[in-house]
C-alpha cells in the first residue's frame, strides 16, 4: 500500500499552489476560484488545497520533498533564498535537509 494523496488545509489557496508549482515540480490538474486546488506530480502524488480561515498545524507537522541529491536541495535553497524566503542553509540533520515556511501557511522540508 501506498500513501499517494493528501490535503492541506491552507490561508490562500493561490500562493501555496504556485509556491509549490515553483520549486517543486507539481502541476495543477484543477481548481475552484481561490478556495480549492488539485495538484499531482509524475510520482503519484495527490495533493488537494483547501482554502480555510483559521489555519494551524501543529509546530513539527511538515511535509517533505525529497530530491536526487544535495546539489539540487542547494539548489532550491539558494533559488528560496534569492527570491525573499527566509531559509537557513541546509544542514546535516537526518539528511542533507532544511525547512521553509510556505506560503499558505505551513511548513516544507527539502532534503535528500
Known sequence: MKLNHLNLT?????EAREFLEKYFEIKTRDTRGNSFALLSDDNGLVL???KGTQVSYPK?????????SEERVNEINQRLKADGFDVDPP???HGWTFYVEAPGGFTVEVLC
Open 10 to 14: 491552507v490561508n490562500d489557496v493561490k
Open 48 to 50: 488537494t488545497l483547501m
Open 60 to 68: 513539527t507537522f511538515h511535509i517533505g520533498f525529497i530530491q536526487e
Open 91 to 93: 544542514q546535516r540533520l
